[in-house]
């Protein structure tokens, strides 16, 4: 039975290496974060993902998966660690080299090496191939064999989505691609595409940006749309009628660890200056400041004035929130001398956050809609009316039925 060790047992490391153990590899999953090693051990996955306890747990209790803190000598290594963004909107890209330089330790001749982690260009054969190189003698291509395989999953359906989803996969050479589909076609469905590592990491990379400049332009139709007073929703849902025309829907900010990111990794080595996608990022950076004016704007009047901010996460029915426009709207509202909770029964740790919806709205001037929890259908509005200094909504997401609340009592906005 060949042997795997993923590298980094996060969102993406620990469904692939649950689901590789369950099909047919004896996987070692590697973490250095000593409270995650822990939590496995005693079979508890620190991620909420559906299906993932059940695969985890059933090839923990056979022995085809292990985790530990260190590498050992394997077949197969996949690196999974975080590429997050730095100060300069450049990547962070200290905990790839940090896994490239422990996998030196442990590859022989013959090996696999393959990057997940999504990365700027060339990291795959320039980092990673060299840090190996440099530490172990081993030449990509000739001693072993290098592959690029990114992810495209959706946070809460992850499970689903690394079995279904096609699959792009780079290789320094042809061999190397078709080995690291041969891994993959241990568990995937989807189809397979064979192509060089410099296409898969910028094939990777434009998918988000893709998202992101169409998220922009959802965006700035909103602000527009604000100007002519029309509802910018009925806009983009008649537009779409067209055959060829699928805008996305706007929102107060595009959030998580991959959208706001990916656009800058394609930047960060290329010249070109006032790019449409550098453009569409600052717009949707700057749509939290939006929110976070009108909120000032509909509640400044008020002595002390209090927001209540439904949701942490950076988008709907999941806790992660990383990049999170709920951060930016909260530091821009307590810089106003707003006072500011946050209710989000799926986030445990966050500024201002109220452990309960009562506590939250207690003497609130403003509800305010951040992410379309599915809970967040559940309020109880009449109780909420009671709680509230003032009994207005404002909604960035077209969430709540305007009318209905207004028969309530409530003034109600959306963005
Ligand atoms: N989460 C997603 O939905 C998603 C989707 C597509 C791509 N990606 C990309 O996949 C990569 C991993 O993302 P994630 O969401 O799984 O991150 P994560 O933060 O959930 O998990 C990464 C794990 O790696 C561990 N780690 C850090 N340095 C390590 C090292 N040197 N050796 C071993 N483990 C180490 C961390 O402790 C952490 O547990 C990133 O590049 C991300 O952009 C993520």
């Excluded at 190397?176 to 898969?200: I, N, P």
């Excluded at 439904?310 to 106003?336: I, M, Q």
């Excluded at 809609?369 to 009449?382: A, P, Q, S, T, Y």
Aim: aromatic share 8%.
């Amino acid at each position: 039975m060949k042997k795997i060790c993923v590298m980094g047992l996060g969102y993406i490391g620990l469904p692939t290496a649950s689901l590789l153990a369950n099909n047919g590899y004896e996987v070692l999953g590697v973490d250095k974060n000593a409270r995650v090693i822990d939590k496995l051990n005693a079979g508890n996955p620190h991620i909420e993902e559906p299906d993932l306890k059940g695969i985890f747990i059933s090839a923990l209790n056979e022995g085809r998966l292990k985790v530990s803190g260190k590498a050992q000598k394997s077949d197969i290594f996949i690196i999974s660690v975080p590429t997050p963004l730095g100060d300069d909107n450049k990547a962070d890209l200290s905990y790839v080299e940090a896994a490239s330089a422990e996998i030196s330790r442990y590859i022989s001749r013959g090996n696999l090496v393959i990057l997940e982690s999504t990365s700027p260009m060339d990291t795959t054969e320039k980092l990673v191939g060299g840090i190996i190189h440099e530490n172990s003698g081993l030449k990509a291509g000739k001693d072993y064999l290098l592959s690029f395989c990114p992810e495209r999953v959706l946070p809460g359906k992850i499970i689903f989505e690394l079995v279904n989803n096609n699959r792009i996969i780079g290789g320094i050479d042809r061999e190397s691609a078709e080995e690291a589909r041969e891994v993959y076609s241990s568990f995937v469905k989807g189809e397979m595409f064979l192509t060089d590592l410099r296409t898969a990491e910028l094939v990777k990379l434009v998918e988000n940006t893709y998202r992101d400049v169409n998220l922009a332009f959802a965006n700035e139709l909103s602000l527009i749309c604000a100007d002519y007073d029309i509802n910018v929703r009925d806009v983009i849902k008649y537009a779409n009628m067209h055959p060829r025309v699928n805008i996305l829907n706007p929102g107060p900010g595009v959030g998580g660890h991959c959208i706001p990111i990916d656009p800058w990794f394609i930047l960060q080595s290329v010249s070109r200056k006032n790019t449409l996608i550098e453009r569409s990022r600052r717009i949707n950076d700057d749509m939290p400041l939006v929110v976070s004016g009108r909120i000032f704007d509909l509640i400044r009047k008020n002595k002390n004035p209090k927001a209540t901010i439904l949701g942490a996460s950076y988008k709907e029915n999941v806790g992660d929130h990383r990049e999170s426009p709920t951060k930016a709207v909260v530091s821009d509202l307590l810089a106003k001398k707003v006072r500011v909770s946050v209710y989000d029964p799926l986030v445990d740790d966050f500024i201002n956050r109220e452990e309960s919806l009562e506590a939250s709205l207690k003497s609130s001037d403003i509800m305010v809609l951040m992410v379309g929890h599915n809970v967040f259908r559940d309020i109880d509005f009449k109780k909420a009316c009671k709680l509230m200094r003032n009994k207005t909504v404002f909604d960035t997401r077209n969430f709540y039925d305007g009318e209905e609340l207004a028969s309530r009592g409530f003034k109600y906005y959306r963005l």
